[in-house]
């Protein structure tokens, strides 16, 4: 990901000293949240909560990236709360005292086996789950949750072979410049508007633009 502007990194840093996760070494946070919350998470720690109102993980991976890996061991109703800050990029918290509301803008990126036991259509291993088990694993996660989902990678099984070889791919400071380079198009383009990015267009914008 592109480094933080000077306002991205204040604003990162405003959630982090209200959380408390500010070290007193470093006034302010410069890298982009990484946030991988285990899947026995309450509801609270994920989205936000408490007596008194405190962020959750997907507040402290703004403008950052949340990890969930083994996303259906989530609980079922912490995954739907998920549904209305990756809409909103906000989450709001009601509580008796009056209602918070927290920034969430954070790129979800997830993770999950495609059975239970982790085989369904491996090449080398034969999966031990019932189409029945199949089917009630992966409808743990909802049709509108998964139509959040921009990009799906289906991850076959790699050959020691290939992971141990030297890597043709490009370098990741090599992708860092062109990511940089689209999003300096994409301030551009969006110089004159409230948007700041192509994941912020919605209908009418993707038709101006696209």
Avoid at 57 to 63: D, Q
Avoid at 132 to 146: F, H, M
Avoid at 166 to 182: C, D, G, L, M, Q
Avoid at 187 to 201: A, G, I, P
Wanted: hydrophobic share 35%; proline share 9%.
């Amino acid at each position: 990901m592109p480094s933080m502007t000077p306002d991205e990194a204040l604003d990162v840093t405003t959630i982090y000293s209200v959380a408390g996760h500010l070290p007193n070494h470093q006034p302010m946070v410069k890298e982009r949240p990484f946030r991988a919350p285990h899947c026995t998470i309450s509801n609270a720690g994920l989205v936000g909560g408490g007596v008194n109102p405190r962020p959750g993980e997907i507040t402290l991976s703004h403008r950052g990236v949340l990890f969930l890996d083994e996303l259906p061991e989530f609980g079922h109703a912490s995954l739907e709360v998920l549904r209305q800050p990756i809409e909103d990029k906000v989450v709001t918290i009601s509580r008796a005292q009056g209602t918070t509301t927290y920034p969430a803008n954070f790129m979800l990126v997830a993770a999950m086996n495609p059975c239970p036991c982790g085989y369904s259509g491996d090449t080398e291993h034969t999966c031990t789950c019932s189409p029945t088990a199949v089917g009630r694993y992966q409808r743990r996660i909802s049709g509108p949750l998964l139509d959040r989902f921009d990009i799906f990678v289906n991850v076959p099984r790699v050959e020691c072979e290939k992971l141990v070889s030297p890597s043709s791919a490009e370098t990741s400071e090599v992708v860092r410049k062109w990511i940089s380079n689209a999003i300096a198009i994409q301030k551009e383009r969006f110089e004159k508007s409230v948007l700041s990015s192509n994941s912020d267009m919605g209908p009418v914008e993707v038709w101006d633009h696209c």
